[in-house]
């Protein structure tokens, strides 16, 4: 296994959640690291991404609420998700590789009333 996700959960209203991947130190320390959503029946897309250097990308719907960091030292990287809604309700992949390379298992993340 290479990439391990964790922090996925219910959620409710304007709640936050912070989504962990671990990342075997081989790829951690190659490929640039993102988070990647998908409803069913739909195609993966893009949440958040950071290059090696710290560069990172959000897609608009999380800019300004999303926060993507990555720790060196523990091979992992993190989502923060603040200001959450029903919108978020998907399952969240850690990617290594710019959206191909390698997929974690996925992580669900549901809104709750």
């Known amino acids: 296994v290479q990439l391990v996700e964790s922090g996925g959960g219910l959620v409710q209203a304007g709640g936050s959640l912070r989504l962990s991947c671990a990342a075997s130190l081989s790829i951690f320390s190659i490929y640039a690291m993102g988070w990647y959503r998908q409803a069913p029946g739909k195609q993966r897309g893009l949440v958040a991404s950071?290059?090696?250097?710290?560069?990172?990308t959000y897609a608009d719907s999380g800019k300004g609420r999303f926060t993507i960091s990555r720790d060196n030292a523990k091979n992992t990287v993190y989502l923060q998700m603040n200001s959450l809604g029903p919108g978020e309700t998907d399952v969240y992949y850690c990617n290594a590789g710019s959206g191909k390379g390698y997929w974690g298992q996925g992580t669900q993340v549901t809104f709750s009333s």
């Open positions: 950071i290059s090696n250097s710290g560069r990172k």
